[in-house]
């Protein structure tokens, strides 16, 4: 693969990941107002992409069960997010 490739692949990937997070903004300000929405909807939106929980699942070793926990207590209003959270160490 050429560098100019692999630089179109970033620039491609990089305006998928804006949209989607940009189309996840309402929704996440309509569930959580007052909070930093516009970086909530890009995390929620690159927690559930595949090749980011299939690393987390195969090379970091997290089960599935522990990846669901984290998206969760994400996900939840702030204060249920410190009653929730799983120990990620």
Known sequence: MTVGTERD?????????LA????????VAAARPG???DYLAHILYTTVRADAVDCLHTARGMWLDRIR??????AAPSTMV???APAFG
Request: glycine share 6%; charged share 25%.
């Open 9 to 17: 692949d970033a620039a491609r990937d990089r305006k998928v990941i």
């Open 20 to 27: 989607a997070a940009t189309g996840l903004t309402p929704l």
């Open 35 to 37: 909070e930093n929405t």
């Open 69 to 74: 926990a984290g998206l969760r207590a994400l």
């Open 82 to 84: 410190a009653a929730s």
